[in-house]
C-alpha cells in the first residue's frame, strides 16, 4: 500500500500549523491549496482564523503562492481581487498530484523544493504531490469539517488510510 507521512500533521486546521516551527525547519516558501485549506469552498472569504496566520505567514518572510485544482473560472475570477489585496499569486487547474503546476510554483518561489512546504487537506493530491517532488509536506484538516457532504467525508476517511502515522 502506498505510504504518505506529511512532514507536519497539525490535528487541526491551517491556523494549528505552527510556522515559526516549520521556518526553524529551514523552510522558506508555502505552496497553500485553495479548497477547504484556507479558505471554505464557493465561500470566497478567508475564515478569520486562517487570515491572521496568513499574514504571520508573510510578516516571517515566507514566500507564499496557491495551486488550486480548482478549475470554475467565474468562481477563481471572484476571488482575484481578495487574494491581490493580500499579493497571494495562484496557480489554477494544476491537476495534483501530478508535477507541472507545482514546478511552475516552484519556479515562481525561486526555492528548491527542499526549501518549500505544500499545505493542503487532501492526502493523494497535496500530500503526494509533494511527496513526488521531494517538498516538505503539511496535512491539516478541511476547514468545513464534519459540514462536508457525506461523499467528501467518506473520501477523506479512505484517505487517511494511507497516511503513514506510526
Not at 510556522?19 to 477547504?36: A, K, Y
Not at 481578495?82 to 516552484?106: H, S, Y
Not at 505544500?118 to 504531490?129: A, E, Y
Given at each position: 500500500m502506498l505510504r504518505l507521512k506529511p512532514t507536519y500533521l497539525p490535528r487541526g486546521t491551517v491556523e494549528k500549523l505552527n510556522l515559526q516551527n516549520i521556518w526553524t525547519d529551514g523552510v522558506r516558501g508555502l505552496i497553500?491549496?485553495?479548497?477547504?485549506?484556507?479558505?471554505?469552498?464557493?465561500?470566497?472569504?478567508?475564515?478569520?482564523?486562517?487570515?491572521?496566520?496568513?499574514?504571520?505567514?508573510?510578516?516571517?518572510?515566507f514566500k507564499l503562492i496557491i495551486v488550486t485544482n480548482n478549475t470554475n473560472e467565474k468562481y477563481l475570477k471572484s476571488i482575484a481581487s481578495t487574494l491581490d489585496g493580500l499579493n497571494l499569486p495562484m496557480i489554477t487547474k494544476a491537476g495534483k498530484p501530478r508535477r507541472?503546476?507545482?514546478?511552475e510554483a516552484l519556479e515562481y518561489l525561486e526555492l528548491p523544493a527542499a526549501e518549500v512546504c505544500i499545505i493542503g487537506d487532501r492526502v493523494l493530491t497535496d500530500v503526494w504531490g509533494g511527496v513526488r517532488l521531494s517538498m516538505k509536506t503539511a496535512f491539516v484538516e478541511p476547514l468545513l469539517g464534519e459540514q462536508e457532504n457525506i461523499a467528501y467525508r467518506f473520501l477523506r476517511k479512505l484517505e487517511k488510510t494511507f497516511l503513514n502515522e506510526s
Amino acid at each position: 500500500m502506498l505510504r504518505l507521512k506529511p512532514t507536519y500533521l497539525p490535528r487541526g486546521t491551517v491556523e494549528k500549523l505552527n510556522l515559526q516551527n516549520i521556518w526553524t525547519d529551514g523552510v522558506r516558501g508555502l505552496i497553500l491549496d485553495l479548497d477547504n485549506t484556507i479558505m471554505r469552498p464557493r465561500s470566497g472569504e478567508f475564515c478569520t482564523v486562517v487570515l491572521p496566520w496568513l499574514k504571520q505567514a508573510q510578516q516571517l518572510g515566507f514566500k507564499l503562492i496557491i495551486v488550486t485544482n480548482n478549475t470554475n473560472e467565474k468562481y477563481l475570477k471572484s476571488i482575484a481581487s481578495t487574494l491581490d489585496g493580500l499579493n497571494l499569486p495562484m496557480i489554477t487547474k494544476a491537476g495534483k498530484p501530478r508535477r507541472g503546476k507545482l514546478r511552475e510554483a516552484l519556479e515562481y518561489l525561486e526555492l528548491p523544493a527542499a526549501e518549500v512546504c505544500i499545505i493542503g487537506d487532501r492526502v493523494l493530491t497535496d500530500v503526494w504531490g509533494g511527496v513526488r517532488l521531494s517538498m516538505k509536506t503539511a496535512f491539516v484538516e478541511p476547514l468545513l469539517g464534519e459540514q462536508e457532504n457525506i461523499a467528501y467525508r467518506f473520501l477523506r476517511k479512505l484517505e487517511k488510510t494511507f497516511l503513514n502515522e506510526s
